[in-house]
C-alpha cells in the first residue's frame, strides 16, 4: 500500500495543477431607478493566470435585456469592464454569459432585475363639498382618491389634504372591511393634511367619501 502511495505522489508532482479560483462577478446597479435613468453594468471574468503552454481561448461576455442581445461580446483575459446602459423605462432583466475561458461555458448565465420607480407627485382631487342633506343629516359623497389614472404598484396614496376655504370629514376604507380591512376617519380644517399613510395602507385604498 505504501509503494503504490508513493507512487501517484510522484505522477502528481510533474503536473501543473491551476488551483486559482474561478471569479466571474456581475452586478447591475442600481437596482432601482427612475424611468429613463440609465444603469451600469460591470462584469469580472478573472479566471487566474495562463498555463505553460499559453493562454486558453479569451472569455468572451455576452449581455441581453429581456432576452434580447444588447452586446454582442466583450473579449478578455481575466479583466474587469464596466459598461452605462439605458435609457431604463420599465422593469428590465439584465443576463450575463459567458463563452470560452479555461473552463468553457459551462457556467450558468447570471441575472439581475432592474424596477422602477414613479416619482413622488402632488394630484390634486375636487372635493366636492357642497353641502347635500337628507332629512337632517348631511350626506357623504364620494371621493376619487386612485388618482393619478394610471395604477402600478410604485403608485400610492401618501397623504390627503384640504384646500378648500371650510372644514371636511374624511372617510377612507382601506382594503375590505368584511376580508380585514377597516376604516379611518379625519377632520380636516382649511390646509391641514392627514398623517403620511405607510406603504402597507397607501396602496390598498378601496374607497373615499368626503362631507362638509
Known amino acids: 500500500m505504501a509503494v503504490l502511495g508513493m507512487a501517484a505522489m510522484t505522477a502528481l508532482?510533474?503536473?501543473?495543477?491551476?488551483?486559482?479560483?474561478?471569479?466571474?462577478?456581475?452586478s447591475v446597479e442600481p437596482p432601482l431607478v427612475c424611468p429613463g435613468d440609465s444603469v451600469t453594468l460591470r462584469y469580472d471574468t478573472a479566471e487566474g493566470g495562463c498555463l505553460g503552454d499559453g493562454c486558453p481561448d479569451p472569455v468572451q461576455v455576452m449581455v441581453a435585456v429581456d432576452g434580447s442581445p444588447i452586446s454582442e461580446g466583450l473579449t478578455m483575459h481575466g479583466a474587469s469592464n464596466s459598461s452605462t446602459v439605458g435609457p431604463v423605462t420599465g422593469p428590465t432583466t439584465f443576463t450575463f454569459?459567458?463563452?470560452?475561458?479555461?473552463?468553457?461555458?459551462?457556467?450558468?448565465?447570471?441575472?439581475?432585475?432592474?424596477?422602477?420607480?414613479?416619482?413622488?407627485?402632488?394630484?390634486?382631487?375636487?372635493?366636492?363639498?357642497?353641502a347635500e342633506c337628507s332629512g337632517?343629516?348631511?350626506?357623504?359623497?364620494?371621493?376619487?382618491?386612485?388618482?393619478?389614472?394610471?395604477?402600478?404598484?410604485?403608485?400610492r396614496l401618501v397623504r390627503v389634504c384640504n384646500t378648500t376655504s371650510e372644514a371636511v370629514s374624511l372617510l377612507v376604507v382601506f382594503?375590505?372591511?368584511?376580508?380585514g380591512g377597516f376604516e379611518r376617519t379625519w377632520t380636516l380644517v382649511p390646509g391641514r393634511c392627514t398623517e403620511d399613510l405607510p406603504p402597507d395602507q397607501g396602496s390598498i385604498v378601496s374607497a373615499a367619501w368626503i362631507r362638509p
Do not use: K
Open 13 to 26: 508532482a510533474g503536473c501543473n495543477l491551476d488551483r486559482s479560483p474561478i471569479v466571474w462577478s456581475t
Open 175 to 179: 382594503g375590505r372591511v368584511s376580508s
Open 97 to 130: 454569459s459567458t463563452t470560452g475561458g479555461r473552463y468553457g461555458s459551462s457556467r450558468e448565465p447570471r441575472s439581475h432585475s432592474v424596477d422602477t420607480l414613479i416619482p413622488m407627485a402632488e394630484s390634486p382631487v375636487a372635493l366636492n363639498v357642497g
Open 136 to 155: 337632517d343629516a348631511i350626506v357623504w359623497q364620494p371621493v376619487d382618491l386612485s388618482v393619478p389614472t394610471f395604477r402600478s404598484d410604485s403608485v
